[in-house]
């Protein structure tokens, strides 16, 4: 196996990992949600049974081939040797409306809402700073085991590491914002404000804990 397709390997199985705990922190939220509230007993078998389809099916599927398109993505331009700005720009045109349709936020909105655009906007660059990383975690060709070993060879300090999650922390907080800022941009059929709640919240501790993991691997404390 090539090093490029044994860091693809390890990549996707972290991702993979993190969707997972991000969709069941999901469904923890949205239980919490609707324990609140004198009339959620009236929208909360609606709401659960939305989130629980949605989390199963298309959150869950659509990510897994963002994940996919985007190593595919990294993969193609790593084994070619030339990634400069002109097939970069290339990739990242081809690939894009794929990764749109399957993002779990795109797929619940209203595509002719004013906001949209903006939104729209967001998860390009989302798209372009996931691809960077990738062809930087695809790139390395030292001994490596794990995913700790990788991002400790990709990035060399836990500052460099820091930066570069905290630029994808924060295009997902400006995506979230937009919905925030407006929640009618929500094509879902109740409880808009609920799921809006969960999905800060949601954010917020999956944060938390993506900051926490950095520090222990970097700090080798980190479980394999």
Known sequence: MSYVQRNYNIVEQRMIAQTDISLNIGRELIDSELNVGLL??????????????WSDNEARVGTLKQINITLDSAKL????GDISKEKFDDVINRKFPSYLKNDQTD????KNHKHYKKLKD???KLFISQLEECIL????NEEVKDYNELSIATFKTKEKALQALMRQ???NDEGIAVVEQDDNILDVPAGRNIIVNVLRKGFELTKKKLIEDLDLIFNKKLPI
């Open 169 to 171: 922390l924060d295009y």
């Open 107 to 110: 797929r619940q909105c209203k």
């Open 40 to 53: 959620n007993f009236v929208i909360k078998p609606i709401v659960k049974s939305f989130y629980k389809y």
């Open 137 to 140: 975690f695809l790139q390395v």
């Open 77 to 80: 331009l790593v084994e070619n």
């Open 122 to 124: 967001i998860t390009k």
